[in-house]
């Protein structure tokens, strides 16, 4: 008999842990994110609820459970609009995986939201900006749906319009290291 009594650590899986700093009867307390970069600081207000996917701010709201105000000093406001509306779309909801690799060109056949497939249909320098201000956040489902935009923009080029991204992209991400390196 007590070979089937299991711990309760035991019988949670992963997902259903509960996260620190948000606990059930607070999750539609309004935060506000607070973008970074050389530009002047925006803000952006989302429940906690619909912020929980970033583990920067789940990790945030950890040490300081009464904290409204989230400072994302690495991402720009208007990346931070884009994640600002991505996070609120999915309403703490992780969406379900993307599969990997991309075997196709087309967005809409490898979401299972449309909306993500239309949200994620920007400029190749946008998404590099909400890969990187996901990847900031800590917003694995964002950063995984960006990459698979860039993949299905990838598998349509030929090899020398691929290297001449992958510099363009590198160039992009040294010029806001030394922006960040300049303002310390």
Request: hydrophobic content about 35%.
């Given at each position: 008999m007590t070979d089937a009594v299991l711990d309760s650590t035991e019988t949670k899986?992963?997902?259903?842990?509960?996260?620190g700093g948000l606990?059930?009867?607070?999750?539609?307390?309004?935060?506000?994110?607070?973008?970074?970069?050389?530009?002047?600081?925006?803000r952006y207000t989302l429940t906690k609820r619909e912020a929980k996917l970033s583990?920067?701010?789940?990790?945030?709201?950890?040490?300081?459970?009464?904290?409204?105000e989230i400072p994302v000093?690495?991402?720009?406001?208007?990346?931070?609009a884009f994640i600002v509306d991505w996070?609120?779309?999915?309403?703490?909801?992780?969406?379900?995986?993307?599969?990997c690799p991309v075997r196709t060109t087309k967005m809409e056949r490898i979401v299972a939201d449309q909306w993500d497939a239309d949200f994620i249909n920007k400029d190749r320098k946008t998404v590099f900006e909400i890969?990187?201000?996901?990847?900031?956040?800590?917003?694995?489902?964002?950063?995984h749906l960006g990459c698979a935009k860039i993949a299905t923009e990838i598998k349509k080029?030929?090899?020398?319009e691929i290297n001449r991204i992958l510099q363009e992209e590198e160039q992009f991400r040294k010029s806001q290291g030394q922006n960040e390196t300049a303002k310390a």
């Amino acid at each position: 008999m007590t070979d089937a009594v299991l711990d309760s650590t035991e019988t949670k899986e992963p997902h259903e842990e509960e996260e620190g700093g948000l606990d059930d009867d607070d999750l539609d307390t309004q935060l506000t994110l607070i973008s970074g970069g050389q530009e002047p600081e925006e803000r952006y207000t989302l429940t906690k609820r619909e912020a929980k996917l970033s583990a920067l701010v789940v990790n945030l709201l950890e040490g300081d459970q009464a904290a409204t105000e989230i400072p994302v000093p690495k991402v720009r406001g208007h990346i931070l609009a884009f994640i600002v509306d991505w996070l609120k779309h999915h309403k703490g909801e992780k969406p379900p995986d993307l599969p990997c690799p991309v075997r196709t060109t087309k967005m809409e056949r490898i979401v299972a939201d449309q909306w993500d497939a239309d949200f994620i249909n920007k400029d190749r320098k946008t998404v590099f900006e909400i890969i990187l201000g996901a990847n900031y956040m800590d917003i694995q489902p964002l950063l995984h749906l960006g990459c698979a935009k860039i993949a299905t923009e990838i598998k349509k080029l030929p090899q020398e319009e691929i290297n001449r991204i992958l510099q363009e992209e590198e160039q992009f991400r040294k010029s806001q290291g030394q922006n960040e390196t300049a303002k310390a």
